[in-house]
Antibody, heavy 119, light 110 residues
Framework: EVQLVQSGAEVKKPGESLKISCKGS????????IGWVRQMPGKGLEWMGF????????RYSPSFQGQVTISADRSINTAYLQWSGLKASDTAMYFC????????????WGPGTLVTVSS | QSALTQPASVSGSPGQSITISCTGS?????????VSWYQQHPGKAPILIIY???YRPSGVSNRFSGSKSGNMASLTISGLQAEDEAAYYC??????????FGTGTELTVL
């Protein structure tokens, strides 16, 4: 079983940069994809993109391409989601989730990181 | 890629059955048997309850079942219980090699 631990809540100002993390525990993490999901206040789930720990292959949903950067450090089983210039509309809960390579469902989820962007 | 379409809300009494629909297209639900469903209680992370259209992960109640016909998938919850009150989201793999969620359905147990 995989456990995902996410970094803590953040409060930022518009225009600031931010990198949040998702650390996985368990063996053979290189066999997993890690995905990032946005949930704006009172709204539904949206896929942002995902990265494969085996070779850092990644995919972005069209709405988020160019808006965020997804990366991973295999040496510490950690995936990252990064912004270079936050907007108020980035205020949301961000979840990471894992999927075993070859499977097409996301069976383990982190608790979420709340990002608040306000001047 | 547009979100899959779900009813905004459904309701049912304890013990009854309800079905939540999820409508997509020939590029997602209609083409792949990779539909999954997630349950989300307020303030919590989503939980996988159905994968590959109609399979349950270990530990998920057999009161949850899934099906698919054409471009539409469905989640049925039988023997409704108070703890089933939550938001439910469908999800599908797509021809763009990405995933798409449904719009989400709030289930109220009366």
């Amino acid at each position: 079983e995989v456990q995902l631990v996410q970094s803590g809540a953040e409060v930022k100002k518009p225009g600031e940069s931010l990198k949040i993390s998702c650390k996985g525990s368990g063996n053979n993490f290189t066999k997993y994809w890690i995905g990032w999901v946005r949930q704006m206040p009172g709204k539904g789930l949206e896929w942002m993109g995902f990265i494969f720990f085996g070779d850092s292959n990644m995919r972005y949903s069209p709405s988020f391409q160019g808006q965020v950067t997804i990366s991973a450090d295999r040496s510490i089983n950690t995936a990252y989601l990064q912004w270079s210039g936050l907007k108020a509309s980035d205020t949301a809960m961000y979840f990471c989730a894992s999927s075993l390579n070859g499977a097409k469902a996301w069976n383990f989820w982190g608790p979420g990181t709340l990002v608040t962007v306000s001047s | 890629q547009s979100a899959l379409t779900q009813p905004a809300s459904v309701s049912g009494s304890p013990g009854q059955s309800i079905t939540i629909s999820c409508t997509g297209s020939s590029s997602d639900i209609g083409y792949y048997d990779y539909v999954s469903w997630y349950q989300q209680h307020p303030g919590k992370a989503p939980i996988l309850i159905i994968y590959d259209v109609n399979y349950r992960p270990s530990g998920v109640s057999n009161r949850f079942s899934g099906s698919k016909s054409g471009n539409m998938a469905s989640l049925t919850i039988s023997g409704l219980q108070a703890e089933d009150e939550a938001a439910y989201y469908c999800n599908s793999y797509t021809s763009g090699d990405i995933y798409v969620f449904g719009t989400g359905t709030e289930l109220t147990v009366l």
